[in-house]
């Protein structure tokens, strides 16, 4: 079965400390695999996908297929990072994203 | 701003009641998806139309209920309200191309007391 796990609720780091935010998938084919940030329960916005190989806002990912992982890290964490973020695989020709549970950031000051 | 409209954003009804969610897709986009967000279960599939016909369906209780109108835009029906119901309810659109993200929408937030 198609699963994205997250593995960890909640990450607290200080201001300026590096982030990784794990996301593991199940998914015997070939995965699309998401990032998306929600601040304060407002709207899901988009934040990373792992075909265009960008960075937005100091976040990459990367997708690890031996490990089935998609990973988000930022090297220096900045107070407004702070948000729920949600990994999410695209599995077969289903359009719909399968979205993992979410991790928790907060960074404190 | 995603471009995908949601109306209300906010509604408060009583158990047993029926509700009527809307949401307009980005412009272009054929797909709606809704989503159904509790504290507890976090983000749920619920159903997906493309351009008028329903494709894949999620979790949705048979009390639950959707449709695409010609002009795209999409309703999702809630009858029979409990207070389970009680969550926050995302729209998504997008593009039919490979690798294309959801564009959500900001969201009802349906209380059911």
């Known amino acids: 079965a198609q699963r994205v796990t997250q593995p960890e609720k909640l990450l607290s780091v200080f201001k300026g400390a590096p982030v990784e935010l794990k996301c593991n998938y199940s998914y015997s084919g070939s995965p699309e695999l998401f990032w998306y940030v929600q601040y304060s329960r407002q709207r899901l916005q988009l934040l990373l996908r792992?075909?265009s190989r960008e960075s937005i806002k100091g976040f990459t990912a990367d997708l690890n297929k031996g490990e089935t992982s998609f990973h988000l890290k930022k090297p220096f964490a900045q107070e407004e990072d702070s948000a729920m973020y949600y990994c999410a695989l695209r599995a077969g020709s289903q359009g719909n994203l399968i979205f993992g549970k979410g991790t928790k950031l907060s960074v404190k000051p | 701003d995603s471009g995908v409209t949601q109306t209300p954003k906010h509604l408060i009804t009583a158990t047993g009641q029926r509700v009527t969610l809307r949401c307009s897709p980005r412009s272009g986009d054929l797909s709606v998806y809704w989503y159904q967000q509790s504290l507890d279960q976090g983000l749920q599939f619920l159903i997906q139309y493309y351009n008028g016909e329903e494709r894949a369906k999620g979790n949705i209780l048979e009390r639950f209920s959707a449709q695409q109108f010609p002009d795209l835009h999409s309703e999702l029906n809630l009858s029979s309200l409990e207070l389970g119901d009680s969550a926050l309810y995302f729209c998504a659109s997008r593009r039919d191309r490979k690798n294309s993200p959801l564009h959500f929408g900001n969201g009802t937030r349906l209380t059911v007391t």
């Open positions: 792992h075909i």
